[in-house]
């Protein structure tokens, strides 16, 4: 009989091009996944992968059977999400990946609920840009992403994953009190072509969004700081030295010396969602932390 976990390491390697870059997402040692890959040679009586240079690449066979396998391994994963769960008593481990603002409006509530109630769910959640939560609830390293999708910069989503919208999350610019346009009710772009701002870094989504901005104008905005954490976006706006785009959802109380502005033509905004995949669909786990954060965003986002 072909083993799981063995047909569970060649989908892997498959999937990501190498032993190495297999054990990585599996969590396991490469030559743990090479002694799975000769145990299932050993099953099959046939080599699944063969030497490439100083790579492998996956036989015929081997990409016919990784393609059984995955079919296999996703009705399994079917099978204990629904038939062996009990619907009234969600339970387990749920791996949940979301980008930063989306854990400090969304998921600390929603932590905080399943903490004072009596549902036996162990959440663990790391903190990833849309794209990577997409890329990990795709591959099966994580069973849940909370992601964002600018109306400037579309979000891929693979075929296999479901993809629900939460709710809209409009983005401010920051400006200090005595900045010239701290006393506008509403500013657009043409306005702000000679500001100096602060970004989150070259190629994340926010970043591409700024940049979209200005596009339409034949211009780029002028960002002399990149850093990830829209903490330091804050503190730099207060220090009168840069300007910043900054959503509404998880934004901690601005400072005295901050002043948020609407922004027009185009507003910038963002659709946040829920992605997992569609074979966990009638999972109690899945639909209960769902249900919370549907319950969260209604309270919480305007």
């Known amino acids: 009989m072909v083993d799981i976990g063995a047909l569970q390491a ?3 390697v498959e999937q990501h091009g190498s032993v190495v870059a297999a054990a990585q997402m599996m969590g396991f040692s490469p030559s743990a996944v090479s002694q799975q890959i000769k145990k299932l040679e050993k099953q ?3 080599s ?16 016919a059977l990784a393609s059984y396998g995955r079919r296999i391994l996703a009705e399994l994963e079917e099978l204990q999400a629904t038939l062996l769960a009990d619907p009234t008593a969600p339970h387990g481990r749920l791996r949940v990946v979301s980008f930063s603002t ?17 549902v036996d769910l162990d959440v663990t959640v790391v903190a990833e840009d849309p794209r990577e939560a997409v890329a990990h ?3 099966g390293t994580a069973d849940l992403g909370i992601v964002h999708n600018w109306n400037s910069v579309p979000l891929e989503v693979p075929d296999h994953l479901l993809l629900e919208w939460l709710c809209e999350d409009v983005a401010d610019l920051l400006v200090h009190r005595n900045h010239p346009l701290a006393g506008y009710e509403e500013v657009e772009p043409s306005q702000l072509i000679n500001e100096h701002w602060i970004s989150t870094p070259h190629g994340a989504i926010c970043n591409e969004a700024l940049l979209r901005i200005f596009a339409d104008l034949g211009r780029i905005p002028q960002i002399k700081v990149y850093d990830p954490d829209f903490a330091t976006h804050i503190a730099m706006v207060e220090q009168g030295a840069l300007v910043a785009l900054m959503p509404r ?3 901690s109380p601005l ?20 992605v997992h995949r569609r074979t966990m669909a009638q999972s109690p786990g899945i639909g209960h932390v769902v249900g919370l954060l549907r319950e969260i965003t209604l309270q919480t986002v305007s």
Do not use: W, Y
């Open 102 to 118: 989306a854990c400090r409006g969304l998921v600390g509530p929603m932590l905080g609920r399943i903490s004072t109630s009596k």
């Open 48 to 63: 699944v992968l063969e030497r490439h240079g100083r790579g492998v690449l996956l036989t015929e066979r081997g990409h």
């Open 255 to 274: 400072p005295a010396d901050v002043i948020a502005i609407p922004m027009i033509n185009p507003v910038p905004a963002r659709q946040v969602g829920l």
């Open 10 to 12: 060649l989908a892997a």
């Open 44 to 46: 099959t009586g046939f």
């Open 249 to 251: 959802l998880g934004r």
């Open 137 to 139: 609830v795709a591959d």
